[in-house]
Structure formats: C-alpha cells, structure tokens
C-alpha cells in the first residue's frame, strides 16, 4: 500500500496527539530523518508517494514515540553546539545546558593556555569533541567506567575525525591516569539522588548515566577527592541545582576555590574551580 508524505503526516499527528505527545510536530522530524531530507521538503513535496517499506518504518518510529522513547533515540542523533552527535540507548541524552560546561571549560582553555583536557564521564562524547573542536591545540583523554559508552564515543570520534587528538580509557573518574601541569578535568558526571523521581522519558537512558549516590552528589565528591590528591589545577564540573552549599564546603576543604554558574532557568548548574598553590 502506497500513500502520500501529507496524508502520512495527518495519520502520525492523529494517532500522537491521541496519545497525549505533547507536540505533533515530531512526526515531521521522524519522517525528515527517515527519508534524509528536511522538514521543509516535506512541505513541499506533499503529494510525494511513499512506498509501504518507508510507511511501514515511520509508523513503527511514531509508535515508539508515542510510547515515551525520547526522539534521539529513534532517530540516533542530537544537536549539541550546532553539531550533529550520534547517541543511542547505551549513553545519557546531551542536555542543552550542559552546552554551558562546554563554554565555561573553553574560557578556562583560552585564558590559560590549557594544552590537556580530561573528561570524566565522556558518555557520547559530545562535550570533550566539542571542546576539541574549538581549540584545535588541545588533547583531549575521555574516560568513562561503561564499555557501552566509550563504544559511543568512539563513534563520534572518529565522525568528526579526532582519533589524532581524543583518546579513550576505560576507568573509573581519574584512576591511573597521569595528570601533566595545567591540566583541565571537565565532568558532566551522574548526579542525581537515588529517590529521585524521575520523568517516564528518563526511563530509556542508563541509570549508570543518572544517578550519583544516595544524595546524588558523591560522584562529584569523589571526583574533587581525586582531583586534589592529583594536583588538578582546574576542574568544570556540571552538578544538581540543590548541591552549591555542600559542593561549595567540599571544594574549599580539599584547597579548591570554587565560582559558580547558572543555567538557562536560572538554577546552580556547575562550577568552575582552581587549585589553590
């Protein structure tokens, strides 16, 4: 059975908002991504057949869709920096405002030079790639305690042809690796408390991702620990909006002098940190 990319629409839009998706419009972003084009070619090739292979794909993406998998999921990518990234069920989602630990780690770069950068937790990698890509002096070590997601990364390595200048090491935060002078270790590490209740979406992505402890932020904790014994001049790390207070103690205990910064909604959402000499 054949149909017409308009009539297509119209069905997909139905049967998601019938299941209470909250915009319709994604079906134009799954439909897009499945035969290659933009949505505005949809628009005007309206009348365009699709064959029952194509119909039949669609469908089975809108379903999915409107059963909670989050659309990078469908369609294997997100925008993160302007830039397309490959992700899928083994790594967390990229946020937007984990945009801004990428901004606030390259002005640390620029304003001192910084030649080696380690990500903690490099999950797809988005952050440290991006990184690499504005400063093409750097070199970039992301480490991660998954398999699943170095596989992840290595993906988007090697798309934005960075194996030159971003290495992978399977270990937990820092172990076992060399820190030279004047290194930046930048981390979007899990943070979330265990009880946290989390959004149905959420469900999908790996809760190695997701959570940091009991009280969410003894990941960060231990990370600061690590950086501190290894003498890590400078250290960005992205954190809960309730974690400033202990996060704030815990840097100045172990001789790290800490700023913060907010996200988009105005919430603590990280912060930048210098060893004290």
């Known amino acids: 059975m054949q149909t017409n990319i308009s009539k297509a629409l119209y069905e997909a839009k139905k049967f998601l ?23 505005v070619y949809l628009h005007m090739h309206a009348q365009e057949e699709l064959d029952s292979f194509a119909l ?29 990234f490959f992700v899928d069920e ?4 990229p946020r937007p405002e984990t945009e801004l630990l990428v901004h606030q780690a390259s002005e640390l770069i620029q304003e001192y030079g910084i030649k080696n950068v380690v990500e903690v937790g490099i ?9 690499a890509l504005q400063h093409p002096k ?9 398999m699943d997601a170095l596989e992840v990364a290595s993906i988007n390595i090697t798309t934005f042809s960075l194996q030159a200048r971003v290495s992978l090491m399977h270990t937990s935060l820092i172990q076992g690796i060399d820190i030279p002078a004047r290194t930046l270790v930048v981390s979007n590490p899990p943070y979330i408390p265990l009880d946290y209740p989390l959004d149905n979406s959420v469900r999908y992505e790996p809760e190695i991702a997701l959570y940091g402890g009991e009280e969410g932020n003894e990941i960060l904790k231990a990370l600061i620990d690590e950086a501190a014994d ?20 815990h840097l100045e205990l172990r001789g790290y002098r800490g700023t913060f910064y907010t996200d988009y909604a105005k919430l603590d959402r990280g912060f930048v940190a210098t060893l004290r000499s």
Do not use: W
Not at 17 to 39: I, Q, W
Not at 123 to 131: F, R, W
Not at 242 to 248: G, P, R, V, Y
């Open 90 to 93: 083994r790594v967390l989602i």
């Open 230 to 249: 290894k003498r890590v001049k400078f250290l960005v790390c992205e954190m809960g909006s309730d974690q400033k207070a202990s996060l704030s103690e």
């Open 138 to 146: 750097i070199m970039v070590m992301g480490t991660d305690i998954s």
């Open 123 to 131: 999950g797809s990698g988005v952050v440290g790639i991006s990184l």
């Open 56 to 84: 039949d794909r669609f469908m089975r993406m809108v379903k999915a869709r409107a059963k909670g998998k989050p659309i990078e999921y469908i369609t294997h990518e997100v925008s993160f920096y302007s830039r397309l």
């Open 17 to 39: 908002r019938d299941k209470g998706v909250r915009t319709a419009l994604e079906s134009e972003v799954l439909l897009a991504h499945l035969l290659g084009v933009d949505r």
